[in-house]
């Protein structure tokens, strides 16, 4: 199977279609935390430059100062780090393709991704120390600028995390390890790099959904739209992402509805990955084409 994919790559990438590969690609999980830690480097940077823009502005004002810094430090680290990474990495032939069967896929993914999340955030709410996570998160976020958070927690950071993790680090681990330990190993290098501890279980099972999405159809346009749709809808809802588990069981009556509305979330992720996998083999979404 190894060799047919080899094969089935070099046929891709001489076709002349669109193809960024320098390298080989192929790497083990110690490599993927390389790239990780390049993603750290890039935020570090983007920090001392949000910082001087922020003396520049505002200078040295408390709130305001840790507001510009953090914000602008959000909105350049992903693309930073996305240039980093692009000097020694390449995204896979057929990354940026896009299928008709994709439109129908949109929904179901994000039906799969949405539910998902419910069921995590609402059973992070049972861990001991989930309020004062909540209070940590929520007054971290406080100092950045809505426009800074936004523009870099909805479109900047999705877009720029799904090139890294997916298009980058699972597109290597899945030239080195069978589909299921390359998701497994890509969605724990996902959740563990966000280092919030209230994001890290629920970015861990979003990165799943995510992993398999790309897994399935080498797409980053699909996994890039699925992203920036879950953190609007999670920034829409006041939450300031779905990832904080601020959905709480406070909207219920009982924890029997409460108990009800889980078993829904799970039967919805079940019949979204049937709706997918029945889509995808049915509306000219060609695996063999794809799956290099």
């Known amino acids: 199977m190894e060799n047919h994919n080899q094969e089935q790559e070099s046929q891709v990438s001489d076709s002349g279609e669109v193809s960024l590969e320098k390298k080989g690609g192929e790497f083990n999980f110690l490599q993927g935390i390389l790239v990780a830690l390049a993603l750290f480097a890039a935020q570090f940077i983007?920090?001392?430059?949000?910082?001087?823009?922020?003396?520049?502005?505002?200078?040295?004002?408390?709130?305001?100062?840790?507001?510009?810094?953090t914000g602008v430090g959000l909105i350049l680290a992903f693309p930073i780090a996305v240039w980093i990474i692009f000097r020694k990495r390449s995204l896979e032939a057929s990354a940026l393709k896009w299928e008709n069967?994709?439109?129908?896929?949109?929904?179901?993914?994000?039906?799969?991704?949405?539910?998902?999340?419910?069921?995590?955030?609402s059973l992070v709410q049972l861990l001991p120390t989930y309020?004062?996570?909540?209070?940590?998160?929520?007054?971290?976020?406080?100092?950045?600028?809505?426009?800074?958070?936004?523009?870099?927690?909805?479109?900047?950071?999705?877009?720029?995390?799904?090139?890294?993790?997916?298009?980058?680090?699972?597109?290597?681990?899945?030239?080195?390890?069978?589909?299921?330990?390359?998701?497994?190993?890509?969605?724990?290098?996902f959740s563990f790099i966000h280092m919030v501890p209230i994001q890290v279980i629920a970015t861990f099972f979003i990165g799943?959904?995510?992993?398999?999405?790309?897994?399935?159809?080498?797409?980053?346009?699909?996994?890039?739209?699925?992203?920036?749709?879950?953190?609007?809808?999670?920034?829409?809802?006041?939450?300031?992402?779905m990832e904080s588990g601020e959905i709480t069981r406070d909207m219920f009556s009982s924890d029997l509805l409460f108990i009800g509305s889980l078993?829904?979330?799970?039967?919805?992720?079940?019949?979204?990955?049937?709706?997918f996998e029945k889509v995808y083999n049915t509306k000219g979404i060609q695996e063999e084409e794809l799956i290099v």
């Not at 998902?116 to 955030?121: G, K, N, W």
């Open 46 to 69: 983007a920090m001392i430059i949000g910082a001087l823009v922020a003396l520049a502005t505002v200078g040295v004002d408390g709130d305001n100062f840790m507001g510009v810094t």
């Open 101 to 121: 069967g994709f439109w129908i896929l949109i929904p179901i993914s994000f039906l799969m991704t949405f539910c998902t999340s419910y069921i995590v955030s």
């Open 131 to 189: 309020e004062k996570m909540v209070s940590q998160y929520a007054e971290m976020l406080g100092t950045i600028d809505p426009k800074f958070l936004f523009v870099g927690g909805v479109i900047i950071g999705p877009i720029c995390e799904e090139i890294i993790f997916r298009g980058i680090i699972l597109k290597g681990f899945l030239k080195t390890y069978d589909y299921k330990k390359a998701i497994l190993f890509s969605a724990l290098i």
């Open 208 to 241: 799943l959904v995510l992993g398999y999405v790309y897994y399935k159809t080498r797409s980053l346009w699909l996994v890039c739209i699925i992203h920036i749709l879950n953190n609007l809808v999670a920034v829409l809802a006041g939450t300031e992402g």
């Open 263 to 275: 078993a829904l979330a799970a039967v919805g992720v079940y019949l979204s990955y049937i709706l």
